[in-house]
């Protein structure tokens, strides 16, 4: 049984748009929500997170929306960039449980340019 | 800093063949963590360790064994390869799991194909 749900598997985005990917989760007891970056052939990068006490949390152009009522929460890359192509994982890890994080399927992004 | 380093980086066996994957890391970090990534699934949690002389299982432990003898290095062992265990390997290593959200430091990966 799969916790969080990533959706699209992958888009393509011409440079300069904006890419949403959306994930759903299960379990009301998560409480950290990261995005995690993963370039071919590398091992995924910690990309931005937030935590459930607030609804949007931006750094440069990426931003995390929350909505906790809906149980899902969603990252837009603003302004994306060639460089930005890489499959993008957003993950949900609980206090209670030692903080293992539960990944969600991955979405593959191309930027065109 | 290395940060997390794996070996080997590839590896191909045949169906019943024994291997040792070796993860470490030099941040001192209390926890580690293994993973597999199959297409569409994401990373799966196989084993992870809250410190030197713990393991404990995560999501899909079958046909794996751990050790964490020493704190700075963490073993992923599989005794009897099956094609399943075709996988990409990552191991990751976090500070302390304590406290809401411990960021997760991964390694580059070990791509194991089983024949």
């Known amino acids: 049984q799969q916790q969080v749900k990533q959706s699209p598997q992958s888009l393509i985005v011409q440079k300069g748009g904006i890419s949403i990917i959306n994930c759903a989760y299960e379990n009301t007891a998560f409480d950290y929500f990261p995005w995690y970056q993963q370039f071919p052939g590398k091992g995924p990068a910690l990309l931005i997170a937030?935590?459930?006490?607030?609804s949007e949390k931006k750094e440069g152009r990426f931003t995390i929306s929350f909505n906790k009522s809906a149980k899902q929460f969603s990252l837009h890359i603003m302004d994306s960039q060639p460089g930005d192509s890489a499959t993008y994982f957003c993950?949900?890890?609980?206090?209670?449980?030692?903080?293992?994080?539960?990944f969600g399927g991955g979405t593959r992004v191309l930027v065109k340019p | 800093n290395a940060g997390v380093t794996q070996t080997p980086k590839f590896r191909v066996l045949k169906t019943g063949q024994s291997m040792t994957l070796l993860c470490a890391q030099d941040?001192?970090?209390?926890?580690m963590y293994w993973y597999r990534q199959d297409p569409g699934m994401g990373l799966r949690l196989i084993h992870y360790s809250v410190g030197e002389g713990t393991t404990a299982k995560g999501e899909v432990p079958d046909g794996y064994n751990v050790s964490r003898l020493k704190k700075q290095n963490f073993l992923l062992g599989l005794e009897s390869a099956a094609p399943s265990q075709t996988s990409v390997y990552f191991c990751?290593?976090?500070?302390?799991?304590?406290?809401?959200?411990?960021?997760?430091?991964f390694g580059p990966g070990t791509r194991l194909t089983v024949l």
């Open positions: 941040m001192n970090h209390e926890y």
């Open positions: 937030i935590r459930p006490d607030v």
């Open positions: 993950a949900a890890s609980m206090e209670a449980a030692g903080n293992k994080l539960t």
């Open positions: 990751a290593s976090s500070y302390s799991g304590q406290g809401a959200g411990d960021e997760q430091f």
